[in-house]
């Protein structure tokens, strides 16, 4: 058979449902709708047990984190991250009576850097069994909530965590084992977390730049995204229009454990695998939702990565100036952005950017715009020198 | 059609005791943990001196990679771009979280050390063992609560059979609390000297042996 007609005849990933809870909603069209008005969520915190100094952070109210879940009238005690991903799963399922969460067809993927870190210094501490440390005990919480019968998954690779699940639940899909993936990515902002970038010196002083030629860091966040994926278009809802996941892949830079490849070398790997894959010409791609951390090797890297793979001329932008880096969550809050993007036809501006000041000329969009969008691909790189990439389309039937 | 697919060489480390393709190569079962991953870099005198930067995670799978693969390496003919490094663990990086912690929460002297705070992520150990050997391809950090034979073999075996990787480093890597346990094995299509088929019944019998 011809690898053409074989990937024709292979199951799609179908999008089913997402959500994101972050400090600007807790669904993804609250959070869409804010940033089409280029409504920031990130704010300076002065708060000691995050940080010694003011801090430009993007932090879940944990006020309305916790009258939002009582609505769910659980009786056991849920972490800060666990709240986070079994409201954000409750909204998917809500949006989509398709998907059966109770099905042994479904997997339940957890994408997590430090999952429930703060517990290692937190009052809460007392009210969980060490064992709650444990990522995979974690996910097995959140499983066992939702009476899902499957053990979870859980990718902890650093920032690119969001984007290899995503491109986990499509490859896994393809096996047929499984029908529907709940993808699901969170991470909570904790001292831990605060006081190891600001160790490498990498915090912006005020709310990040990407791209811009005044960036000077990162503006970390914490937050929760999930996209639940099917093989079934039956369960898809808009029966005129579906989004996909077409491809995915990941690279390693082999260079340094700490620091951006000064070549790209690593992501452009990521990129022309995912598009290989995803058949698609850099010509034909109508958006990048980059990575953005807004430092100065980080983005000049990814300027390099995106310069080579000639999608330069593709507009492009960077979310974190809105979120923050919410680590584990960056791959699916940002994606879920993208679907919206798509599904509206709109570009969201970059927030905070006005003047290009990375290595190769890239489009970076300035202002929230309509635009075709039929597809896009976003990226993402770590530490541990990890890069990747996947790439979204979408369908219409007429 | 099915493909098979083949461990061409693995390497455990845990009780005191190193073994390769099945053969015990170094023991000393009264060291504690983080000595004896130290004793044994010495022993087979690997020279990388980045080593002593590591933490006790990443010096373990670098031990275990660089033993395995000195015996065995990875087929010149595969380029760096098509080897894949998919290795799992129980307790991520606590070992080193907890170190972090202690520092953070002295109120002495509470300042992070970015040397310490980089090994906070399990996924670093793939880095070194990808700069060590210059591998470039897919990488992937999983958390189980004990290894898994099934998905990682049914995982990988996907992985290679649709032509996305040529070949992958895979396996189990874990270090915390004085215990520690390494599991790491090559998969590619083609057999080679040791030639044992990759699924999951193979990897159980070795890992359990």
Same mark, same amino acid.
């Given at each position: 058979m011809e690898e053409e007609e074989f990937n024709n005849l292979k199951s799609q990933a179908y999008i089913l449902a997402d959500n994101i809870i972050s400090p600007l909603g807790f669904s993804s069209s609250e959070n869409f709708e804010q940033l089409k008005k280029m409504q920031t969520g990130v704010k300076r915190i002065i708060d000691p047990n995050l940080s010694v100094e003011p801090l430009f952070a993007g932090i879940v109210d944990t006020l309305k984190l916790d009258i939002e879940f009582q609505k769910l009238n659980t009786q056991n005690e849920f972490t800060r991250l666990e709240k986070m991903v079994i409201l954000s799963v409750t909204d998917c399922l809500n949006q989509n009576q398709h998907i059966d969460i109770q099905s042994p067809k479904t997997l339940i993927i957890l994408s997590t850097t430090k999952g429930n870190i703060d517990l290692l210094e937190s009052d809460d501490s007392s009210k969980f069994d060490k064992k709650r440390v444990y990522l995979?005990?974690?996910?097995? =919480?959140?499983?066992?909530?939702?009476?899902?019968?499957?053990?979870?998954?859980?990718?902890?690779? %650093?920032?690119? !965590?969001?984007?290899?699940?995503?491109?986990?639940?499509?490859?896994?899909?393809?096996?047929?084992?499984?029908?529907?993936?709940?993808?699901?990515?969170?991470? =909570?902002?904790?001292?831990?977390?605060?006081?190891?970038?600001?160790?490498?010196? %990498?915090?912006? !002083?005020?709310?990040?730049?990407?791209?811009?030629?005044?960036?000077?860091?990162?503006?970390?966040?914490?937050?929760?995204?999930?996209?639940?994926?099917?093989?079934?278009?039956?369960?898809?809802?808009?029966?005129?229009?579906?989004?996909?996941?077409?491809?995915?892949?990941?690279?390693?830079?082999?260079?340094? +454990?700490?620091?951006?490849?000064?070549?790209?070398?690593?992501? +452009?790997?990521?990129?022309?695998?995912?598009?290989?894959?995803?058949?698609?010409?850099? #010509?034909?791609?109508?958006?990048?939702?980059?990575?953005?951390? %807004?430092?100065?090797?980080?983005?000049?890297?990814?300027?390099?990565?995106?310069?080579?793979?000639?999608?330069?001329?593709?507009?492009?932008?960077?979310?974190?100036?809105?979120?923050?880096? #919410?680590?584990?969550? %960056?791959?699916?809050?940002?994606?879920?952005?993208?679907?919206?993007?798509?599904?509206?036809?709109?570009? +969201?501006?970059?927030?905070?950017?006005?003047?290009?000041?990375? #290595?190769?000329?890239?489009?970076?969009?300035?202002? #929230?715009?309509?635009?075709?969008?039929?597809?896009?691909?976003?990226?993402?790189?770590?530490?541990?020198?990890?890069?990747?990439?996947?790439?979204?389309?979408?369908?219409?039937?007429? | 059609?099915?493909?098979?697919? &083949?461990?061409?060489?693995?390497?455990?480390?845990?009780?005191?005791?190193?073994?390769?393709?099945?053969?015990? *190569?170094?023991?000393?079962? *009264?060291?504690?943990?983080?000595?004896?991953?130290?004793?044994?870099?010495? &022993?087979?005198?690997?020279?990388?001196?980045?080593?002593?930067?590591?933490?006790?995670?990443?010096?373990?799978?670098?031990?275990?990679?660089?033993?395995?693969?000195?015996?065995?390496?990875?087929?010149?003919?595969?380029?760096?771009?098509?080897?894949?490094?998919?290795?799992?663990? *129980?307790?991520?990086?606590?070992?080193t979280d907890e170190e972090h912690q202690r520092t953070i929460s002295d109120k002495n002297n509470n300042v992070a050390s970015p040397a310490v705070f980089v090994y906070t992520l399990p996924n670093i150990l793939i880095g070194e063992i990808a700069i060590r050997n210059s591998i470039k391809g897919e990488n992937t950090f999983f958390i189980f609560d004990k290894f898994d034979a099934d998905f990682m073999s049914g995982y990988i075996n996907s992985l290679l059979n649709s032509n996305k990787i040529k070949c992958c480093i895979a396996g189990w890597v874990d270090f915390y609390d004085k215990n520690y346990d390494a599991f790491l094995y090559t998969v590619e299509k083609d057999k080679g000297k040791l030639g044992i088929e990759h699924n999951s019944e193979q990897l159980k019998n070795i890992y359990n042996n």
């Open positions: 995979w005990e974690t996910a097995n =919480v959140i499983g066992r909530y939702f009476n899902n019968p499957n053990q979870p998954i859980v990718i902890s690779n %650093a920032c690119i !965590s969001g984007v290899l699940a995503i491109v986990l639940g499509k490859r896994l899909l393809e096996e047929n084992q499984y029908d529907t993936i709940i993808v699901s990515g969170a991470d =909570v902002l904790s001292h831990f977390v605060v006081s190891g970038f600001q160790s490498f010196k %990498a915090i912006s !002083s005020e709310i990040a730049k990407p791209y811009d030629t005044k960036r000077d860091g990162i503006s970390l966040g914490e937050g929760c995204g999930t996209i639940v994926l099917s093989n079934s278009i039956q369960k898809v809802i808009n029966k005129q229009e579906q989004l996909i996941v077409k491809g995915g892949a990941s690279s390693n830079d082999a260079n340094h +454990i700490s620091g951006p490849s000064r070549t790209g070398e690593g992501m +452009i790997l990521a990129i022309n695998k995912t598009l290989t894959e995803s058949n698609m010409l850099p #010509t034909e791609v109508d958006y990048i939702s980059g990575h953005g951390t %807004a430092t100065l090797y980080n983005d000049d890297m990814e300027s390099l990565a995106i310069s080579d793979s000639k999608l330069d001329k593709v507009p492009m932008n960077s979310l974190k100036s809105y979120f923050g880096h #919410t680590l584990g969550a %960056a791959g699916l809050i940002e994606s879920i952005i993208g679907l919206h993007s798509m599904r509206e036809n709109t570009l +969201i501006g970059t927030y905070n950017y006005s003047e290009l000041g990375v #290595t190769m000329p890239i489009n970076i969009i300035k202002k #929230t715009q309509p635009a075709k969008v039929n597809n896009f691909l976003k990226t993402a790189a770590g530490f541990g020198g990890c890069n990747a990439a996947v790439f979204f389309q979408k369908v219409q039937n007429n | 059609m099915e493909q098979k697919n &083949h461990i061409n060489t693995f390497c455990l480390v845990k009780n005191g005791s190193i073994s390769i393709d099945g053969t015990i *190569s170094y023991e000393n079962r *009264s060291l504690p943990a983080a000595d004896f991953i130290k004793s044994a870099y010495k &022993h087979f005198q690997i020279n990388y001196p980045k080593f002593y930067k590591m933490d006790q995670l990443s010096r373990l799978a670098f031990l275990a990679s660089e033993l395995m693969l000195k015996n065995n390496p990875i087929a010149h003919n595969n380029a760096a771009g098509d080897i894949a490094i998919i290795i799992a663990n *129980s307790a991520s990086s606590l070992e």
